[in-house]
């Protein structure tokens, strides 16, 4: 449904690979502890980039590896502000 969805292109790959950890996450960790630890968020985060930047080399990527790298931080960096800000939000919502 996701090719159907998006088409045949090497981010497919990616949104494929990191789905199922994503959703397991959601169910089995988030739902019985309501929060997401570190230990497995993280790498989830770093290899999405890295699969991301492997997709970008092959032909037929569509966008830009830098200037998804980049929204990724200007992310981060508002997160990290409303964080200090609201004194009450946890940092990784």
Avoid: K, N, Q
């Amino acid at each position: 449904m996701l090719a159907a969805a998006i088409g045949a292109c090497p981010e497919l790959v990616v949104w494929l690979l990191l789905t199922p950890a994503a959703v397991l996450l959601a169910i089995a960790v988030d739902y019985a502890a309501h929060r997401l630890p570190d230990v497995l968020t993280l790498p989830l985060a770093a290899a999405a980039l890295a699969v991301r930047g492997v997709a970008a080399v092959f032909p037929g990527a569509e966008g830009s590896w830098t200037s998804a790298l980049l929204g990724s931080l200007v992310l981060g960096a508002g997160y990290f502000v409303l964080f200090v800000l609201s004194r009450g939000l946890g940092f990784g919502d």
